[in-house]
């Protein structure tokens, strides 16, 4: 059995993100740093039941700016790995539109390496909505979509 893969480790993957959390305390806005503590509270709360759920910004989606987005993006990934080697990188969707993926320390620093993950990326997007289009279309002939009540 992978001990890496095995989320029994978790002691030390919540000893890692505390260490993380602390080094955030004490380089981020106080504002800041607490909108992030209140979103891996409730993830790893989330995590712990086993549960499903929706996890929201609130009403304020001001507060859950893109330092916080990507520091949420690093701790879950400590969380979720237990390893503190990855890196934040940007990586735009298709459209533009802003987001982070969780790389190796080695393809951070790789050009080449991050616009393979980035077209692999948008290869993906692109065919996930071929897919939910299809199946849109599907529901919308088989009478399985309800009538817009606009």
Do not use: C
């Not at 879950?76 to 993926?101: K, N, Y």
């Not at 897919?131 to 849109?136: A, F, G, P, S």
């Amino acid at each position: 059995m992978n001990d890496e893969n095995n989320f029994d480790a978790g002691d030390d993957r919540i000893d890692k993100v505390s260490l993380y959390m602390e080094t955030l305390k004490a380089r981020m806005a106080p504002e800041q740093y607490d909108v992030l503590a209140q979103a891996v509270h409730e993830t790893a709360h989330l995590i712990a039941e086993g549960g499903e759920g929706i996890f929201g910004a609130g009403d304020d989606r001001s507060t859950f700016t893109p330092e916080v987005q990507r520091e949420y993006t690093a701790v879950l990934a400590i969380l979720l790995t237990g390893r503190m080697d990855h890196r934040v990188v940007e990586m735009p969707g298709p459209d533009g539109s802003p987001g982070f993926a969780v790389v190796e320390a080695s393809a951070a620093d790789d050009p080449a390496k991050l616009e393979e993950i980035r077209e692999n990326l948008h290869r993906w997007v692109a065919e996930r909505k071929a897919v939910d289009t299809e199946l849109d279309g599907i529901a919308r002939a088989s009478g399985l979509e309800e009538p817009n009540s606009d």
